[in-house]
């Protein structure tokens, strides 16, 4: 009884994803596949369960093949995925989309609404969001999406769960519902693959790996016989996340003033400032306000009454995202739904903000690619459309851009979201030189408290709306343990 | 929470806008309210609100139907043309409701299995119907059997015949509008991508959407029929934009995935009114259009903005309950 997946290859156009990769799960067992951002993870994911074909090799599912590219095949013979970029379905709710693909009826033909509701509660009660399924899911917040993503995978009960990425986005609270769910499907006879970046979670929930690098199966076998650094080594980066210390912060003048924030409803006003040459990070539990201040500075959020921004003492055109870019604000998100043009070209997707600059000069192929290189983007060419790549070089374009635009004020939502260490590393890299030696204000929030700690300068960290620490990487304040203790004295204390 | 959900209903600002409509045109013309109006109202309309029913499936679907008005206007000569062999009536009914499944399962196919554009695809069917029809019959003509056609004309209880007869077809909706296939359907035209990869059957949903509408196209082009009680090649032609205008002003969105049929018809209730309110309060038949496509116009604009305005208010009232209620749970 087993998952197999044999002598799988893919074409992309002219990249070769996948070259002769074959990899088996068994019962109980949680193999991580590991590997860097265009490595073919994702790509395998797919065509082990019935999203992409393979260009050759089959797939078998204790024994029976999926003979066609089809997710509700594969689901029938017992696959579960969750997918990176979701497969929820916005516009429904949450208890509807968790029935869509087996919907209980009445008459044959009739939606039966009471079994629907009580299916929809049963799956929702074991992510504990049960009182969630009459909401729309585009009304949910992202660590909710993601577990309900989990939810919908476990409806059919599939003997094999392949879980791309899911983690990366959930916080720790949600990750600990996540890892019991799991624990429950493996001892249960269940197997599962497991592609994520952090390696403290490989090691946490999978007991063997498989390592992809440049869509090659470079190693297979028991993930307690290797060490972390040979795993990032594979991952295409060489180095470990390395947190140098920060060369000293330029200290610069104050250059985002703002004031009377109500980063919640009905949060008592708070004022922030931003220096320039400085990276703050917003930290915190999810959805205590970071969201807001983030997309308030960046123009893509309307001002609450009593709202005031400054940037170098010039007011903001709050809610007017297109103005306020022109005032040299840039805005990166992790979440690339909303960030790229996935059809258009790599060209056209860095040129795009200055198209709403009116009177910026358009960079030339040049410049755009000497920007790339920084990144060491992986690309076929910059004609080709962004939505070839892999989601996490995808990310590093939209960094990037950042290069070209050299913006008085970076606002990064999660924007290492999803992408490998090494990455993460040119992203950080970016980040800083854009701070610190060209003296950009970078606000940025992460998932991920390491992160935040490691890239920043200084952290406040919230909750409920309000600044409840600000540790600083000067005052030696600063680190993962801080912010987590920070927020988590309070959640407490509450 | 029993409130928000009417007021935020997709189709609430289509209801408003019907019933202020049906208000004005009453005190412009309060003969409307006498039997005799009644008929000859709802047997102008009934075809119209019919065949938005099949526009909702298209569009629900993210398909569009530019064929509507041409599929009405072939079943209307198409059953003028059979009665005129001597079909019997209920032959007849069989006939065309088959004949509006089969324009519906073209349509289908060409969108759903050879994924042409729809706009392109059914603006296509459209001629080769219109084609078809002109064939059949060239001229208005013919005839209907004479007691459908008094049946339709005809009222019980001081209630038009029409309009009980569209009560039923409302009922009929019912039955879509509670089925898994309409959820799955909603799914389909709101994210196509993410509803395949749930495991659903995109293609053959869409193909379905499109026989479904093909039906509701049928019993269109039937009453019709009955409540002209002729054939007439052209009659039918604005349909196809009458349907498009009155489900989006109904809530219905292009895009696809949301709105309702319900609000879909007081869509074109509201449509069809505009038309009857031009006419009575009198104005020159010269100046008719223009009012009625300002009319549209500003129907239209006051739907979608509050429309959108009403459903940010609804979900951030959401959104703040939801973190009222966690901040007292913490």
């Known amino acids: 009884m087993t998952l197999v997946l044999q002598g799988i290859s893919r074409d992309f156009g002219p990249v070769r994803a996948l070259d002769d990769v074959s990899l088996a799960i068994g019962p109980g067992e949680c193999r991580a596949l590991y590997g860097g951002n265009g490595s073919g993870k994702s790509t395998m994911a797919k065509i082990a369960s019935g999203i992409l074909s393979a260009g050759a090799g089959r797939v078998l599912v204790d024994d029976r093949p999926l003979a066609r590219t089809s997710p509700a095949e594969a689901r029938a013979l017992g696959v579960g995925i969750t997918f990176q970029e979701l497969s929820l379905i916005g516009e429904l709710t949450t208890g509807e989309n968790l029935v869509l693909a087996d919907v209980p009826r009445r008459f044959g033909f009739l939606l039966d609404r009471r079994g629907a509701d009580a299916a929809a509660h049963a799956a929702l009660k074991r992510v504990g969001l049960a009182g969630l399924r009459g909401r729309r899911v585009e009304l949910l917040q992202t660590g909710e999406k993601y577990l309900v993503e989990l939810a919908k995978a476990l409806q059919s009960h599939p003997r ?13 609270s949600e990750v600990e519902i996540f890892a019991g769910l799991l624990a429950e499907h493996l001892a249960a006879g269940g197997g599962a693959l497991f592609v994520s970046h ?16 440049n869509g090659k199966l470079v190693f297979e076998g028991a993930l307690a016989d290797v060490a972390d650094d040979d795993l990032v ?25 703002a004031t009377g924030l109500r980063p919640l409803p009905g949060a008592r006003p708070i004022n922030l400032a931003f220096r320039s040459g400085e990276i703050t990070g917003i930290g915190g539990l999810p959805d205590q306000g970071q969201k807001h201040i983030q997309r308030l500075l960046a123009g893509l959020q309307p001002a609450v009454a009593g709202e005031r921004v400054t940037l170098s003492g010039a007011a903001l055109a709050l809610g007017d995202s297109a103005a306020i870019a022109a005032q040299g604000i840039s805005f990166v998100s992790g979440d690339r739904d909303e960030m790229v043009f996935a059809r258009r070209t790599i060209r056209e997707n860095m040129q795009a903000p200055f198209v709403a600059m009116k009177g ?28 070839g790549l892999s989601g996490g070089n995808q990310q590093k374009i939209l960094v990037a851009r950042c290069l070209l635009l050299n913006p008085q004020v970076i606002v990064a939502e999660d924007c290492t979201k999803g992408i490998d260490v090494a990455s ?45 620490a600000e540790l600083s990487k000067v005052e030696q304040t600063l680190d993962a343990q801080a912010i987590v203790s920070a927020y988590m004295k309070q959640e407490r204390a509450a | 929470m029993m409130l928000r959900q009417v007021w935020s209903h997709p189709s609430f600002p289509a209801g408003v806008l019907a019933v202020l409509a049906l208000v004005f045109a009453l005190s412009v013309n309060p003969g409307l309210l006498s039997t005799g109006s009644m008929i000859g109202w709802s047997t102008s309309q009934l075809g119209l609100w019919t065949a938005v029913l099949g526009q909702t499936l298209a569009l629900m679907g993210r398909g569009i139907d530019l064929s509507v008005g041409a599929g009405v206007s072939l079943v209307n000569v198409a059953a003028i043309a059979l009665f005129e062999a001597g079909w019997p009536t209920a032959g007849v009914i069989v006939a065309m409701l088959i004949l509006g499944l089969l324009i519906g399962a073209a349509n289908g196919a060409l969108i759903g299995w050879l994924r042409l554009n729809p706009l392109l695809a059914t603006f296509a069917t459209s001629f080769v119907l219109l084609g078809l029809t002109l064939q059949i019959r060239s001229a208005p003509g013919g005839s209907a059997p004479m007691a459908a056609v008094m049946f339709m004309n005809g009222a019980t209880w001081g209630i038009p015949n029409a309009m009980l007869v569209f009560v039923l077809v409302l009922l009929l909706w019912g039955l879509v ?15 196509p991508v993410r509803a395949w990869n749930s495991g659903l059957p995109t293609a053959r949903i869409k193909v379905m959407s499109y026989v479904m509408a093909g039906f509701f196209t049928a019993l269109s082009g039937l009453f019709v029929t009955f409540c002209v009680g002729a054939g007439d090649p ?17 809530g219905v969105s292009l895009g696809g995935g949301t709105g309702s049929g319900y609000g879909a018809v007081l869509g074109a209730v509201f449509v069809g009114l505009t038309s009857d309110i031009a006419l009575g309060i009198g104005v020159s038949p010269f100046w008719q259009q223009l009012i009625v496509g300002c009319v549209l116009l500003t129907g239209l604009a006051v739907v979608v903005r509050a429309g959108r305005w009403l459903k940010a208010k609804s979900d951030s009232t959401v959104t703040r309950s939801a973190f009222e209620t966690k901040g007292k749970a913490a």
């Open chain 1, 160 to 172: 094999y769960l392949i879980i791309d990425e899911l983690t990366s986005a959930m916080h720790a």
């Open chain 1, 198 to 213: 952090r390696l403290p979670e490989l090691r946490r929930f999978c007991n063997t790996i498989s390592v992809l690098r």
């Open chain 1, 233 to 257: 080594k594979w991952a295409g980066g060489g180095h470990r996340d390395e947190m140098p210390a920060s060369r000293a912060p330029l200290a610069g003048e104050i250059r985002v003033q």
């Open chain 1, 360 to 387: 910026r000069p358009m960079p030339d192929d040049a410049a755009i690619l000497a920007a790339l290189d920084r990144l060491n983007t992986r690309h076929a060419g910059i004609d080709r459309p962004i939505g």
């Open chain 1, 424 to 468: 993460r590393n040119d992203v950080h890299h970016l980040l800083r030189e854009l701070a610190h030696v060209q003296g950009a204000a970078v606000i940025v929030t992460s998932s991920d408290d390491q992160e935040l700690a490691g890239l920043c300068d200084r952290v406040l960290v919230l909750d409920g709306g309000q600044v409840i």
């Open chain 2, 177 to 191: 509008a509670r089925s898994a296939f309409w959820l799955r359907l909603r799914a389909t035209g709101a994210d």
């Open chain 2, 234 to 250: 052209l009659f039918a032609q604005p349909y196809t934009l009458l349907t498009i205008a009155g489900a989006v002003i109904g």
